[in-house]
């Protein structure tokens, strides 16, 4: 009895043993699957915003803007033109091969991008980039993360405001966040939602809804939470005085 009685505990204890051992590794499977399946989709995002940012709209009038200067025999604002949108060009491929970006890079990438549509909307548009405590050489963020939402500010926003338009984006360190404050003095949301309406019935920005999956699948990776918020400002006459986009992103590291 004594003998069967421990090859039956043997076999039992061998039995769970092999059991947790193949859920283990089941487990270890699964996790790995997961984690392919959304480097996959990590990259289809990243795709996806590399297309939001360089699509046909952007770089019909980026063509137009060179041959209005061409017809005009204004040699040197066309090269000047040429030479700030090659770089641009190269800037967001080579930004596209990389999982983050120092906030240096990202503003001038930001910078070259209102540059050019600073030609298209002529001299009732200023903007202005600033950043305070921090150097922007030594922290990262996500690559090809702001400029949806700039491109939203100045095609939703600001396109069809009369008289002049600003738009001020901010980066500042605060409590092991990097905050993005991205203001401008636009038609605000409502209007611009009902502008849409009325030209495109049903039709929702490429962008927008690129960057938002974006946000929401680097806090599924990365298990940090980039938040988004939407301020719509209005003046003292109840209308709308533009929109504020606030991103606050964890710190991640430094380089």
């Known amino acids: 009895w004594f003998i069967l009685i421990a090859i039956i505990i043997i076999s039992i204890s061998l039995y769970r043993f092999d059991r947790w051992k193949t859920a283990r590794i089941n487990r270890k499977s699964s996790e790995i699957i997961e984690r392919i399946e959304l480097e996959k989709t990590a990259n289809q995002s990243r795709l996806q915003a590399l297309k939001s940012q360089m699509n046909p709209h952007f770089f019909f009038n980026a063509l137009n803007t060179v041959q209005s200067y061409i017809l005009e025999n204004d040699k040197r604002m066309a090269l000047n033109f040429l030479n700030k949108f090659s770089v641009l060009t190269r800037s967001i491929l080579e930004m ?6 120092t906030v240096a890079e990202e503003i001038k990438v930001l910078q070259l991008y209102l540059d050019i549509e600073k030609v298209r909307f002529g001299n009732d548009f200023e903007y202005s980039i600033e950043h305070e405590g921090f150097e922007p050489e030594m922290l ?32 500042a360190l ?6 993005i404050i991205i203001d401008d003095n636009g038609i605000g949301r409502q209007k611009s939602m009902e502008l849409n309406k009325i030209r ?23 298990g940090e939470k980039i938040s988004v918020e939407y ?16 991103l606050k992103i ?6």
């Open 174 to 179: 605060t409590n092991n966040f990097i905050r």
């Open 231 to 246: 301020f719509d400002e209005t003046n003292q006459n109840g209308q709308s005085g533009g929109t504020t986009v606030v």
């Open 96 to 101: 596209s091969d990389r999982d983050d970006t």
């Open 200 to 222: 495109r019935r049903g039709h929702v920005s490429f962008a927008t809804e690129a960057i938002k999956k974006r946000v929401e699948l680097l806090n599924q990776m990365n």
């Open 140 to 171: 990262k963020i996500p690559t090809l993360l702001l400029q949806p939402y700039v491109e939203n500010a100045m095609k939703h926003g600001l396109l069809h405001k009369e008289g002049l338009k600003r738009l001020r984006i901010s980066f």
């Open 250 to 255: 964890p710190l991640k590291s430094q380089v």
